[in-house]
């Protein structure tokens, strides 16, 4: 099983439409979680950092359950220019210092 | 940002041949991780550095694969003798230190045939 856990999608969605991502992952031990965005041959960037309390920046919610272990990405309003592959990432360690393992990124497809 | 400068940016070559891959950070950081991306695997960890040391190699596949820092500003990956199975990016990035936001470089694209 893998540390960390997507459904690869693809998930194809109208403009405007509401759609949202789950992860999973394994280790309890893992203290920081993170949300990169890959657009296709381009290197991943960070979408968002996700907080205990669940965080929002714009049309984008991140959401933690440590009881569960997943976290979750909710993108409303979806835009043309969403379509990228949204990868989840857990931090096995501390902050600045701990291991960074990825998801294998679930894809989005948004049409017109 | 941190910047962070991949070379070669793509690299094609023969089964057993050396590969080297080079990682330039350009400003500072503490961490330093090597990634390799497949359509099959994703994103794998390879190794990761803390202060010039490598912390976690585990992800190496095998003996052909090492690993150097010697300093802050300079990081190589080796794969020798390189094998059609090791055709994949490989990614550089830097963790800022504050944030724990990681910058990745371009990328370089391996292919071994």
């Known amino acids: 099983r893998k540390e960390v856990e997507q459904d690869p999608g693809p998930f194809n969605v109208p403009e405007g439409a509401t759609v949202a991502f789950n992860c999973t992952y394994s280790?309890?031990?893992?203290?920081?979680f993170f949300w990169y965005r890959q657009d296709c041959r381009k290197e991943p960037k960070l979408l968002m950092s996700v907080y205990s309390s669940g965080n929002e920046d714009g049309r984008f919610t991140a959401q933690l359950n440590r009881a569960s272990q997943y976290i979750s990405l909710l993108i409303r309003d979806s835009k043309l220019s969403d379509s990228a592959t949204y990868l989840c990432?857990?931090?096995?360690?501390?902050?600045?210092?701990?291991?960074?393992?990825f998801g294998q990124g679930t894809t989005l497809q948004v049409k017109p | 940002d941190a910047g962070v400068i991949q070379s070669p940016r793509h690299e094609v070559t023969e089964m057993g041949q050396e590969v080297t891959l080079r990682c330039k950070p350009i400003?500072?950081?503490?961490?330093l991780f090597w990634y390799r991306q497949t359509m099959m695997r994703g994103l794998e960890l390879l190794i990761y550095?803390?202060?010039?040391?490598?912390?976690?190699d585990s992800g190496m596949p095998e003996d052909r694969f090492s690993a150097k820092m010697p300093n802050a500003s300079f990081s190589t990956l080796k794969i020798q003798p390189s094998e059609p199975r090791d055709s994949a990016v490989y990614f550089c990035?830097?963790?800022?230190?504050?944030?724990?936001?990681?910058?990745f470089g371009e990328g370089s694209r391996l292919t071994v045939l």
């Open positions: 990432v857990v931090n096995r360690g501390s902050s600045n210092t701990g291991k960074l393992i």
């Open positions: 990035a830097l963790r800022d230190h504050y944030t724990g936001e990681l910058f």
């Open positions: 550095f803390n202060n010039n040391v490598p912390i976690d």
């Open positions: 280790n309890s031990a893992s203290q920081s």
């Open positions: 400003s500072g950081h503490n961490s």
